[in-house]
């Protein structure tokens, strides 16, 4: 088991920005793509951003392209989502994950550990 965990939710109002950090304790993180997805109430948990193990190549769902940015730190272990001009939309537990490979996908499969999740509530 590789433990990941996730900070940086919480309540934000629409139009507002939230950062959410996933910090990994595994010596090998920086070989392995990683991922964001999310999971809104009475949904199913949907692809959101994922990073290649070097950081050059980035996908996003079309919802948030433009809106969120992913990047990894691979010194200090930690993927980030950087989240802008945030919905109601949005509002979700956002959970991150490790890949089995090195090249990120949006397919939940691929993905072979995840977090425990952190809540992001957009709301006025």
């Known amino acids: 088991q590789v433990p990941l965990v996730e900070s940086g939710g919480g309540l934000v109002q629409p139009g507002g920005s939230l950062r959410l950090s996933c910090a990994a304790s595994?010596?090998?993180?920086?070989?392995?793509?990683m991922g964001w997805f999310r999971q809104a109430p009475g949904k199913e948990r949907e692809f959101v951003a994922s990073?290649?193990?070097?950081?050059?190549?980035?996908y996003y769902a079309d919802s948030v392209k433009g809106r969120f940015t992913i990047s990894r730190d691979n010194v200090k272990n930690t993927v980030y989502l950087q989240m802008n001009s945030l919905k109601p939309e949005d509002t979700a537990v956002y959970y991150c994950a490790r890949s089995r490979f090195q090249s990120g996908s949006s397919f939940q499969g691929d993905y072979q550990y995840w977090g425990q999740g952190t809540q992001v509530t957009v709301s006025s």
């Open positions: 595994e010596r090998t993180f920086s070989t392995y793509a």
């Open positions: 990073i290649k193990w070097s950081g050059a190549t980035t």
